[in-house]
């Protein structure tokens, strides 16, 4: 019989875990028709979390916990968890109760139809502050202006993936990681479920504002090197038009003799020519930063590429090599 795993990061969460799990967790889970695996990774709690958490283990052998030493952050948490896992399929939710577990059979269902990669899109809120609705919004706007086209807007890390992708995503080495980001990289076979984002069981959330914008920072800077070429184009465009502009002031004022009186200075000269050194700074600076960028790239060890061994015939050897 095949197994599935459930991966949870925890942190700070001893007034609503029990709940969370005996309620609306364990029910759902009691009803499948596999094995079923529990993977608790506590992120370093300052509060009872790991002593409730390790509690639940030594009386239910369906829960495993892995304990950090300290608080690494929750997509390091979800990568521990991932990589603990023995399922055929791995399911990722948090444990808050926002993320219905309710909805588990529904993404077991599509994992067994050939979906490799099954996405819970956050489509509705119960209650949820204006700040973070706007912010979440304008993040997968940017994101997709910014190139990033695999990541749908409103997607979480409320998933579901395949053996396969399991693996593959393990090899992956870099330390700045956005999870959910890089599944959707790999490319694999993607379906999506809408659901409703519920309120928290008890307690308040880890994520303020502070680390969901960190969060963003790194999504741009590890998944796309397009703010590199924005700060490359606007040094193009102050070095044309200062240049442009310095040629009509020479022309107009001293070759034409200001024949229309605009009455250029001397510091409207050496403005102009301040431009359009920064312009070329800018230039430099994006040239630079796009060779850093292929430096970084370089560095987090991805593979060249990823081969869909479920699809694939005959491989001699089923994994892609690093450079």
């Known amino acids: 019989m095949k197994t599935i795993s459930i991966v949870i990061p925890v942190y700070n969460e001893e007034k609503g875990f029990k709940k969370f799990y005996s309620e609306m967790l364990e029910p759902e889970l009691k009803k499948l028709s596999y094995n079923y695996e529990v993977i608790l990774v506590d992120d370093g709690s300052r509060d009872k979390t790991l002593e409730i958490v390790q509690g639940m283990a030594e009386s239910d052998s369906h829960i495993k916990v892995v304990a950090f030493s300290r ?4 997509e390091v948490a979800l990568t521990a968890g991932i990589r603990e896992a023995i399922g055929d399929a791995i399911m990722t939710i948090d444990a808050d109760g926002q993320q219905p ?10 994992w067994e139809q050939g979906g490799e990669i099954v996405i819970g ?3 509705k809120y119960e209650k949820h502050g204006l ?3 706007i912010g979440s919004k304008f993040f ?18 409320f998933r579901l993936i395949d053996r396969a992708v399991a693996d593959e995503y393990n090899e992956l080495t870099e330390h700045g990681r956005i999870t959910r980001g890089l599944m959707d990289w790999m ?13 928290r069981l008890a307690g308040k959330p880890s994520y303020n504002f502070g680390k969901l914008f960190g969060l963003a920072i790194d999504s741009f800077i590890s998944l796309s090197t397009t703010p590199l070429v924005i700060f490359g184009w606007i040094g193009v465009f102050i070095t044309v038009a200062s240049f442009i502009l310095g040629v009509f002031v020479g022309i107009e004022e001293f070759i034409l003799g200001d024949p229309i009186g605009l009455k250029w200075t001397g510091t409207t000269c050496v403005s102009i020519f301040i431009s359009f050194l920064i312009g070329l700074v800018l ?4 040239i630079t930063a796009l060779y850093i960028s292929h430096i970084h790239a370089e560095a987090q060890g991805r593979p060249l590429y990823i081969i869909d061994r479920k699809n ?3 491989l001699k050897n089923g994994k892609a090599k690093k450079a």
């Open 140 to 157: 997968y706007k940017i994101l997709r202006g910014m190139g990033v086209k695999d990541t749908v807007p409103g997607s979480t890390d």
């Open 71 to 74: 608080n690494f952050g929750k």
């Open 283 to 286: 230039i430099s600076q994006a």
């Open 121 to 123: 899109v956050r489509g």
């Open 312 to 314: 694939s015939r005959n």
């Open 101 to 110: 577990p309710k909805l588990i059979p529904e993404f077991i269902e599509k």
């Open 187 to 199: 490319g694999f076979k993607k379906v999506y479920i809408d659901y409703i984002y519920g309120n």
């Open 131 to 133: 700040v973070a609705k």
